[in-house]
């Protein structure tokens, strides 16, 4: 990729409106330009592997199985469909074997002095023919319209088969390298499961047309089906090589794509429009993604000559065989071994045996090629099947105490624990305040208590229930969490309150909750009250203030009255008076269950009754907010005494 030094500079390269030129912002004088986006390259490169040692063997070895997979799926999303097109295809194969009899049946006839009688003789035969031929290709548009009603089918299927194992999986998958490479490659492969259904059919058909017309043509003279055959070697092993020069530019560009993805939503969302306008950011990320895009575009443009070249040269060696058979035809009338009329009839089944192969060529290898995404789909399936929060059997009931025995965490890409071992009672009715430097290990402690990750040392249990043999879903029915990063669902105001939860008739319980947090003349304010749509990009949304939207996230903790509820840094971007309420309430609600606040706002800390300081993983203090202030070189004291320091 062409680096940001050797491009223009904005003086000369400037230009506005369509055509704009990918141009860095002037630098000032002296200081260096800001960096492109880095080449990025896919981690899992099975495939690329197996793309290039795949010969024609391997391919039609591997058809089978691509066949069956694509038929079992069809089979679970419309068995009726599925039935349709396999009778469809059967059907036109037959149609194709009955035309060319009655072709060969018809062609002596015709082949007389006098037209006129041989017509009368070929009459009937012609007719079948005809008949036969039209039956044929009704079958195929019938299987054509049984794959159309089938297609949306497998493609939802299989994308929420995807949507649903990411949202069952461990939260360590996501930390997995390579983890979100595969993920993107498994949701192409999902979309290619449409192809695949559609390439099977096609390809089906090709085999049942040739199963006719080969049947017809052995038995005009065996030879025409071996040099039928050598013809379409050629074209076959070029649509091979060719599949592997596409599948080697689609790996090569899965990474630049994905982040290419990722920052488009960024730079489209309506979240991050204020500050990419304020802070001047469009002209740097202009050119990130106009960079990325050449990344991408570079590799898929030099893919374009390697793959011109081998067209060409498989297409003119299928031509040079295809003339071969021509001759031995020629040849064989020539020498007397076949008479026209049959060597007519030769012609028209060799017509149909040849677009047949050539159709099972084509479409084994562009089968082969689209079964290499779909094996990234099932590969990803398998793989966080084996990492979906499915832990155990024990049913775990609302907690009178937690308890961390020991309880350690180490990220999959990291080599020192974020939360070293730890050892720590929390109990019904207490109100904990989680306190510590940035990165001390607040949020990875609150995952390990609700569960939400298994510690990679020692135990968390719930009173007696170990959380690592538990049935995650039965924690998680017990927990409220307001995350650091809450969801703006794009659903309605009702629904982001209640998601996750049963819905109950009548809202008392939603605009108590609202009542707690303090949105109960927001939300009265909206449009439509609790059916407004909270979503400005859809049309008849809504949008909250970034302080609303953390009071919504708190009140759908508090709906759910957990045994355990959690918070972390739930009032960040809340004005006073919303603090105090959502403080104020916590202690309200404490009696019932186990609170843990994670807060920088070291004031809030005061309603705790129990303040723990974190450092570097570790609980390095632990006691009364005062008590702890008051002590000599403790860590609160020293963070607590920054904060007043303005
Ligand atoms: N998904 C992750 N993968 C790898 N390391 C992580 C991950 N999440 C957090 N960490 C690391 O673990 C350590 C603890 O992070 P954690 O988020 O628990 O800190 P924190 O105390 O909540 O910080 P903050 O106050 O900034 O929210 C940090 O060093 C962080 O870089």
Redesign the pocket.
């Known amino acids: 990729m062409t680096s940001p030094h050797n491009r223009n500079t904005a003086a000369d390269a400037e230009t506005h409106g369509h055509d704009e030129k990918v141009s860095l912002p002037a630098a000032r004088t002296g200081a260096p330009q800001p960096s492109a986006p880095p080449e990025l390259d896919y981690q899992g490169r099975k495939h690329r592997r197996a793309m290039d040692n795949a010969t024609l063997w391997d391919m039609a070895r591997k058809i089978p199985a691509a066949l069956i997979q694509t038929g079992r799926l069809a089979w679970t999303v419309d068995r009726r469909m599925t039935l349709t097109i396999v009778v469809c295809q059967l059907l036109s194969g037959i149609g194709t074997a009955v035309m060319l009899s009655a072709v060969a049946k018809a062609l002596p006839q015709l082949m007389v002095d006098d037209p006129r009688e041989g017509l009368t003789h070929a009459w009937p035969a012609l007719t079948v023919a005809v008949v036969a031929m039209a039956t044929g290709a009704a079958m195929w548009i019938l299987a054509d319209w049984a794959t159309r009603r089938l297609n949306p089918k497998i493609a939802s299927a299989a994308d929420l088969q995807l949507v649903d194992l990411h949202m069952r999986a461990e939260l360590a998958a996501?930390?997995a390298p390579g983890f979100g490479d595969r993920s993107q490659a498994a949701g192409i492969g999902a979309q290619r499961a449409v192809d695949i259904a559609d390439d099977a059919k096609t390809l089906t058909n090709g085999l049942v047309q040739l199963a006719s017309a080969a049947a017809v043509l052995t038995s005009l003279h065996p030879v025409l089906l071996g040099v039928l055959l050598l013809s379409v070697v050629p074209r076959g092993l070029g649509g091979v090589i060719a599949a592997r020069v596409d599948y080697r530019v689609h790996d090569q560009t899965v990474s630049a794509r994905n982040v290419r993805g990722m920052m488009r939503w960024w730079l489209c969302t309506a979240e991050l429009a204020d500050e990419l306008r304020a802070n001047t950011m469009r002209r740097y990320l202009h050119f990130w993604y106009q960079s990325m895009s050449e990344q991408v575009s570079s590799r898929e443009v030099a893919g374009a000559r390697p793959y011109l070249w081998i067209t060409l040269l498989a297409a003119s060696l299928g031509g040079l065989f295809t003339l071969g058979m021509w001759a031995s035809l020629a040849g064989l009338v020539l020498a007397g071994a076949m008479t026209t009329a049959l060597a007519g009839t030769a012609v028209v089944a060799s017509q149909t045996a040849g677009r047949a192969l050539n159709s099972i060529i084509r479409y084994s290898t562009v089968m082969f090629h689209h079964g290499l995404y779909l094996s990234d789909y099932y590969d990803f399936i398998t793989e966080v099947r084996t990492m979906t929060a499915a832990r155990g059997t024990a049913q775990a009931t609302p907690p009178r105490q937690i308890r961390l025995e020991g309880a350690s965490y180490t990220?999959p890409?990291?080599d020192s624990a974020?939360?070293r071992p730890i050892t720590l009672t929390l109990n019904r009715g207490e109100v904990v305040a989680l306190v510590?430097?940035?990165?001390?290990?607040?949020?990875?402690?609150i995952r390990m208590l609700t569960g939400l990750t298994v510690p990679t040392d020692g135990t968390v249990l719930w009173d007696d229930t170990d959380l690592a043999a538990a049935d995650a879903e039965t924690v998680w029915r017990h927990v409220g969490l307001v995350p650091?990063k809450n969801g703006h669902w794009p659903l309605a105001a009702r629904e982001n309150i209640t998601l996750g939860q049963p819905r109950e008739h009548g809202d008392e319980r939603i605009w108590d909750a609202a009542e707690r947090v303090g949105m109960t003349k927001a939300l009265r304010e909206l449009p439509q009250q609790l059916e407004t749509l909270l979503a400005r990009s859809v049309w008849g949304g809504h949008e909250l203030s970034g302080g609303q939207w953390q009071r919504l996230a708190c009140a759908r903790a508090m709906y759910r009255q957990p045994a355990v509820l959690v918070l972390?840094?739930p009032t960040s971007e809340m004005d006073a008076r919303g603090e105090h309420q959502i403080f104020r309430e916590l202690r309200a609600m404490a009696p019932d269950r186990i609170t843990v606040v994670?807060t920088?706002r070291l004031d809030n800390v005061r309603m705790a009754d129990r303040v723990i300081v974190?450092d570097q993983?570790a609980i390095r203090e632990q006691g009364s907010f005062d008590e702890l202030v008051a002590t000599e070189g403790s860590l609160l004291g020293e963070l607590y005494a920054l904060a007043q320091d303005r």
């Open positions: 996501y930390d990220y890409s990291k974020a939360v510590g430097e940035n990165g001390a290990g607040k949020s990875t402690l650091q972390d840094e994670v920088h974190l993983g």
